[in-house]
């Protein structure tokens, strides 16, 4: 089958590759550049456990192609620490207990993350119908939504998030269409 060449830039990092057309982004993301912190939980858009930013919004990456994303920015889990330090939020989920198994933490955390740079101070309301695209299945959830708050109350979360350039259509569309 012959392949699509893409340019993605993940983590502010430029990737090249030829892949084929029906490759899922996830899959991209974790079997061809190694970034396996991205989960893949139900593959079915269910669970949220791959979601990922792409051109700064959150998205589930088991539904995106590859090749949609060509030419834009993603961030992954891997991304959002910087210089050693701990995203806002992933100290949160650590110091809040927000996690048990931790499989859908990524997922958890890059979605919150979208929440907070649209929301900086949202409510447990507005928390909780941020992160409904995502499922846990250990924690019952109290954990994870004070996670989220404590993170907005440090004021830090959407500050150190990656600046991605304006959303791009085809992100909008996804957007629209998925949700996370
Ligand atoms: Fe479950 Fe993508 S793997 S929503
Ligand atoms: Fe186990 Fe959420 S911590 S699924």
Redesign the pocket.
Known sequence: MPGVPVRVVVNGQARDAVVEARLLLVHFLRDRLGLTGTHVGCDTTNCGACTVHLDGQAVKSCTVLAVQADGAEVTTIEGLARDGELHPLQEAFWSQHG???????PG?IMAAADLLARNPDPSDEEVRRGLEGN?????GYENIVRAVLEAARSGKAPSVETPGPPRSEAAEEIGRGVGA
């Open positions: 996690l048990q198994c931790g499989y859908c933490t958890m499922l846990c299945r250990c924690t």
